[in-house]
């Protein structure tokens, strides 16, 4: 029913063109304020024959922008009578499917690798050019003797050469070995950095070992 609703309206809104502009064309000579009547019909015609066939773009454009805001919310229905739009609508719902489970995904695999990285016993700390570290695990809080690191520069509170040593891993030094000095006595650490890029920004993961037993062996 739908179908041919549409089909007719946009057949009527062709035939009103053709009247529209028929009507003009007749009261043009002469001049008069009637010839206004078939010049506005016009307008209207040509107006609602755009905003028909603009429908489709709108909703991509809507669609689109959905996505981009991460409006998982999004979804356009499917009991109509019109097959095409009814197919599009059906794709675009099953696209918007497809990205939820995609991040489901995502957010599942950063919360296993999270988990992992808690229970491994090397300290593993990710820090971006600007200094600020954006995760550390359990490990390297115990390791580096501070529990809630944000940025190289509390290293400082914790010993002066620690925190020289992340400064060289930031710039160019691809590993460190520093001695700490605690209340319990010294740490030896070994600090390994590795660059790589995310989303256009530079990152070093800094891996920490205590090898303060090692030494004590040889």
């Known amino acids: 029913m739908y179908n041919r609703n549409h089909y007719f309206r946009l057949a009527l809104y062709i035939v009103l063109l053709i009247a529209f502009s028929g009507a003009f064309f007749l009261l043009v000579h002469p001049w008069?304020?009637?010839?206004?009547?078939?010049?506005?019909g016009i307008v209207w015609v040509i107006y609602r024959i755009v905003n028909l066939y603009?429908?489709?773009?709108r909703k991509m454009s809507y669609f689109l922008n959905a996505i981009e805001n991460e409006d998982s919310t999004l979804f356009f229905p499917e009991n109509i009578g019109h097959q095409p739009t009814k197919e599009?609508?059906?794709?675009?719902?099953?696209?918007?499917r497809l990205?939820?489970?995609v991040k489901?995904?995502?957010?599942?695999q950063e919360q296993y690798y999270g988990m992992l990285l808690e229970q491994v016993a090397t300290g593993i700390a990710v820090i971006n050019n600007k200094g600020s570290i954006l995760l550390a695990n359990k490990a390297a809080k115990e390791l580096l003797n501070y529990p809630y690191l944000t940025h190289v520069e509390q290293l400082k509170r914790v010993d002066t050469n620690l925190y020289r040593a992340f400064e060289g891993l930031l710039e160019?030094?691809?590993?460190?070995?520093?001695k700490v000095s605690r209340e319990e006595g010294t740490t030896q650490l070994s600090l390994q950095a590795t660059t790589?890029?995310?989303?256009d920004n530079a990152l070093r993961v800094i891996s920490i070992h205590d090898i303060s037993n090692e030494l004590d062996a040889k």
Do not use: C, T
């Not at 794709?91 to 918007?96: E, T």
């Not at 790589?196 to 989303?199: G, P, R, T, V």
């Open 54 to 57: 603009n429908r489709f773009p």
């Open 88 to 96: 599009m609508h059906e794709s675009l719902n099953r696209v918007n």
């Open 196 to 199: 790589f890029a995310n989303h």
């Open 172 to 178: 160019e030094s691809n590993h460190q070995f520093v």
């Open 32 to 40: 008069s304020w009637y010839s206004l009547l078939p010049i506005s």
């Open 104 to 108: 489901l995904r995502n957010r599942e």
């Open 99 to 101: 990205i939820q489970e």
